[in-house]
């Protein structure tokens, strides 16, 4: 059963009207990608995204991504994110004109196509577009450094891409994006990676990863199973989140209380056998780059690393805390030893 469902809608009807609270243009201009009906040819660009999410599945990461084709769209492709209540609902919107060229029999033979499409997925399955608002610098890098990991999968070379002009990737009133030079230069260092893990995850966009989780609880963004939730939860894994980390896969799990409601919420990643001293470094040079996003504050000694976020609402005060230290954590039926990332929310009245 593939692990990664992909929703193509080809009728007229209306999909959302809800604005995007997050979106990403690979294009000449950032204009806000029109989410309504579907026209012109996905074909080629479905076939082509088919094979994207189908070369990163890995045990249990589940992404749906509705592919939208407009007409009017000036850009090449762009993701982006809409959010009712508890559902999420990931676009990617496409300009069919461009990709009406892309085979259907060969289409990952389309050095640009790919680039485009590979950039927005990785938004969509690096937890960027769970943030209200446009990628920054350090996602954006990872998002074009993934690309050139695909086109390594799919067998491009590295003269296809050199042979791209970098006007190519300028983008006026893009502010977000790097400079088209060094958007050039990460999709090649993203094909010249020694190796390239199954999932796409390296520690870079580990680190996206956390960020992304961090941002969505302190801004409330609680999973809608926790807060119908009917019973206790204790370490119970989640499918889905698992991370790569110093070459240690971690384990994810979720734990809170009814009693206490959503406000009792964390999530833990353990990496079995990772050292204290690796673990930190990462987090440390993680949140020093994520540290003007997420406006945290950040407490570092030679046994934790711990960094905090708090907002104050009247007399409630909302603390979100992300802890990485050595420790142990019972997952899936096993303890495992090594290092520890937690990130939990607590509310408490003044």
Known sequence: MRSLLILFLFSAATLYSAVPQFRCNFGPSDQAPELGASSGNLAGASVLLRKILDSVASGGESVNIRLIAQPNFKGLAAAAMTASGSDINRVIVINPTFFSHVSISTPTKDVLAVIALSHEVFHH??????????????????ADKFAGITLKRFGASETEISSLAPSLFKEDGVSYHLSPTKRLNAIIEGFRATTVPKGGLDESATCQKLVAQFDAISKGK????????????????ISGMDLNLGGKKGIASESYSVEDGPNSYEVSIAFDGLSNAAGNKFLKDCFEIARSQLDVEIDIDSDRV?????????????????????????????????YIISISVSEFEE
């Not at 209200?132 to 890098?141: C, D, K, R, T, V």
């Not at 609680?222 to 894994?237: E, F, M, T, Y």
């Open 125 to 142: 399955i690096n937890g960027d577009s769970l943030s209200n608002s446009h990628p920054f610098a350090a996602q954006e890098y990872n």
């Open 222 to 237: 609680i999973p809608a199973r926790v807060v119908s939730g009917q019973k206790n939860l204790s370490n119970q894994h």
């Open 306 to 338: 711990d960094f905090t976020k708090t907002t104050k609402n009247g007399r409630k005060t909302r603390q979100v805390n992300l802890i990485g230290m050595d420790d142990k954590l019972f997952v899936a039926g096993r303890w495992y030893q090594g």
